[in-house]
């Protein structure tokens, strides 16, 4: 009996397996498989079928999973073959809203209007370079290292309300790449407004911290990523903001909310120091943010079904 407590049940062992399956065939077919595909399932396997504990803790981790999966077959179709993409006009708009007027060179020449990403491209410093750096590399696994802790601290409620708004943002995040793909700033500065289909992405900017530290992590993250005309909605502009939001409701010192504050309003600088995206991109962020805990709190939660799942949910990642 005691053993028995640490085996999923048939029915769990079958949907277990079936789902890994399918992930693997859809990814293998569609995306292309690479050895951490199965790296990641042999993991998950484990983890599944090892015990009680690291069971439950998989199951509570869905949503982060789901969010990895559907990034990933985000390359099944790429966004510019759905819709045409906008690079003129975002430009266009952001520098009209918040365009910068450099110094007159002569008096033959007047002073030039350019985007915020444009002036920052002017005025960097290792010390900046440096900080931005920094604040990029904490997008994802600060959140997702604040949703763990949420989830050991016995913090169920809150983490499952955190985890859930994280990944319905980066879904409406994700839709929000096939409405409307747009470019990056450093693509019209490398591209100028014509469009490359199958464009790589750069690290831009931040090619400058790993050159300065003598490392490779973002040219390591953005050398194969091919989802390059993503730029609007910012979902580097979402998921610190998503952890302030829960750090709110959850039990935990004011010096961590102070920090999640401090660490997501310098993530959103770094996207534009860096040439990442516009300050327009970072807008849409937030909004996107704002909208999925809305739709969340204020919608889902008032549906008798979805509390009904909530509490299911809950009692097995608690039990």
């Known amino acids: 009996m005691l053993k028995s407590r640490y085996l999923p049940t048939a029915r769990e062992a079958v949907t277990f397996t079936v789902c890994l399956a399918l992930w693997l065939a859809v990814t293998a077919i569609f995306v292309g498989f690479r050895p951490e595909h199965l790296y990641i399932a042999v993991f998950l396997a484990v983890m599944l079928f090892a015990t009680g504990f690291t069971r439950r803790l998989v199951v509570a981790l869905l949503p982060f999973i789901v969010f990895g999966i559907s990034y990933d077959w985000m390359n099944i179709l790429p966004n510019y073959e759905v819709n045409p993409v906008d690079i003129r006009g975002l430009y266009s708009t952001e520098s009209s809203l918040f365009g910068i007027t450099l110094p007159a060179v002569s008096s033959e020449v007047a002073g030039v209007i350019v985007t915020p990403n444009e002036w920052w491209a002017l005025h960097t410093s290792p010390v900046l370079d440096f900080m931005a750096g920094c604040f990029y590399l904490c997008w994802v696994p600060v959140p997702i290292l604040f949703g763990l802790w949420l989830y050991l601290d016995r913090q169920y409620e809150v983490y499952l309300h955190f985890s859930l708004v994280f990944l319905l943002v980066n879904l409406l995040g994700f839709a929000g790449y096939y409405i409307h793909p747009a470019a990056p700033p450093w693509y019209v500065a490398m591209h100028g407004f014509d469009f490359i289909p199958g464009t790589h992405g750069e690290t831009a900017g931040l090619g400058r911290w790993d050159a300065m530290m003598g490392v490779g992590i973002f040219d390591g993250l953005y050398s194969r990523n091919s989802n390059v005309f993503a730029a609007m909605p910012s979902l580097h502009a979402a998921y610190m903001l998503i952890a302030f939001i829960y750090s709110l409701r959850a039990r935990c010192s004011v010096w961590l909310r102070v920090l999640f504050a ?58």
Request: proline share 0%; net charge positive; with cysteine.
């Open 262 to 319: 401090f660490i997501c309003l310098g993530i959103w600088w770094t996207a534009v120091y860096t040439c990442h995206h516009y300050i327009l991109d970072v807008a849409a962020g937030i909004g996107v943010t704002l909208l999925g805990w809305a739709i969340f709190e204020a919608g889902l939660m008032r549906l008798t079904a979805f509390r009904h799942f909530i509490d299911k949910y809950k009692a097995y990642i608690s039990a």
